[in-house]
T-cell receptor
Framework: NAGVTQTPKFRVLKTGQSMTLLCAQD?????MYWYRQDPGMGLRLIHY???????AKGEVPDGYNVSRLKKQNFLLGLESAAPSQTSVYFC???????????FGQGTRLTVV | EDQVTQSPEALRLQEGESSSLNCSYT??????LFWYRQDPGKGPEFLFT?????EEKEKERLKATLTKKESFLHITAPKPEDSATYLC????????????WGAGTKLIIKP
């Protein structure tokens, strides 16, 4: 039972480069989320999706785009990476908004 | 502005030494309060959801309680494998999808 799988696990980007983070879940969850985690701060929601083909902005959406073409996949894109986007990114999925969320292992991204 | 504050930032205990972690919040009428455990290099793992003041949940050596302004995570006779960062999150009444997360308490249990 894989749960939530994120790829890649680590990545170093140069300022201005673009990349896509992939999240896949095998639990048939409707809701999927992208968070970033920075030292000394709580998790912050970047974007979320309440079902296939839908996406919405969270707390810190600027500089990121997302797509959910298939129910099991949620992609996070960085169009032009900036050093301020250096962070650990987590994908999560859940049955509903007040239900437990299952998190992936995270992607550690460094922008130099 | 709604806030979630966890204290202490870090806590070192001897094995078997019981203690409590605190999560205080300024949100009124929350829809739920969540506790997660996070091991180094991994994603958070769900522990409990509390919905109303007076509610308690238990799992092994952990017990979570909720009042109108704070939640406690009580750890009884901890073991080294309980070492982790414990995260608290609150769902505000006007939010269907967004949680407000605390920064976490790093718990270290020494053998």
């Amino acid at each position: 039972n894989a749960g939530v799988t994120q790829t890649p696990k680590f990545r170093v980007l140069k300022t201005g480069q673009s990349m896509t983070l992939l999240c896949a879940q095998d639990m048939n969850h409707e809701y999927m989320y992208w968070y970033r985690q920075d030292p000394g701060m709580g998790l912050r929601l970047i974007h979320y999706s309440v079902g296939e083909g839908t996406t919405a902005k969270g707390e810190v959406p600027d500089g990121y785009n997302v797509s959910r073409l298939k129910k099991q996949n949620f992609l996070l894109g960085l169009e032009s990476a900036a050093p301020s986007q250096t962070s650990v990114y987590f994908c999560a999925s859940s049955w509903g908004t007040s239900r437990e969320a299952f998190f992936g292992q995270g992607t550690r991204l460094t922008v130099v | 502005e709604d806030q979630v504050t966890q204290s202490p930032e870090a806590l070192r205990l001897q094995e078997g030494e019981s203690s409590s972690l605190n999560c205080s919040y300024t949100v009124s009428g929350l829809r739920g309060l969540f506790w997660y455990r996070q091991d180094p290099g991994k994603g958070p793992e769900f522990l409990f959801t509390l919905y109303s003041a007076g509610e308690e949940k238990e799992k092994e050596r952990l017990k979570a309680t909720l009042t109108k302004k704070e939640s406690f995570l009580h750890i009884t006779a901890p073991k080294p494998e309980d070492s982790a960062t414990y995260l608290c999150a609150v769902q505000p009444p006007d939010s269907n999808y967004q949680l407000i997360w605390g920064a976490g308490t790093k718990l270290i249990i020494k053998p």
